[in-house]
């Protein structure tokens, strides 16, 4: 598999989240991080680290998206902390079910 844009936004978090996501992608606003170009192998590394976290740290949360073309609308969501979500298809219309 090719290396996918990947989102990650994070809200009411420790500093340690965006020193390790700095490190490894760009902070274009408080809180969100892009990299253009992320191996399925660095984004679910990365997501161990913060799941790992956060499920030590329970505060905040936090929520990464990519292109993947098995997902309703083509959309892979992960979360942790609140709201967790996940799109669903419904006849086209695209709609965000909460977990």
Same mark, same amino acid.
């Given at each position: 598999?090719?290396?996918?844009?990947?989102?990650?936004?994070?809200r009411?978090?420790?500093?340690?989240?965006?020193g390790?996501?700095?490190?490894?992608? =760009?902070?274009?606003?408080?809180? %969100?991080?892009?990299?253009?170009?992320? *191996? /399925?192998?660095?984004?679910? @590394?990365?997501?161990?680290?913060?799941?790992?976290?956060?499920?030590? =740290?329970?505060?905040?949360?936090? %929520?990464?998206?990519?292109?993947?073309? *098995? /997902?309703?609308?083509?959309? @892979?969501?992960?979360?942790?902390?609140?709201?967790?979500?996940?799109?669903?298809?419904?006849?086209?219309?695209?709609?965000?079910k909460?977990?």
């Open positions: 598999m090719t290396a996918q844009t990947t989102l990650i936004i994070t009411d978090v420790e500093a340690r989240y965006r390790f996501l700095t490190s490894i992608m =760009l902070e274009v606003a408080p809180g %969100v991080y892009v990299s253009p170009q992320m *191996s /399925a192998g660095v984004r679910g @590394r990365t997501w161990a680290v913060v799941s790992d976290w956060w499920s030590t =740290l329970q505060r905040g949360s936090l %929520v990464m998206m990519w292109r993947d073309k *098995s /997902a309703a609308a083509n959309l @892979r969501i992960e979360t942790l902390g609140e709201p967790a979500m996940e799109i669903i298809d419904a006849d086209g219309v695209l709609l965000l909460r977990k």
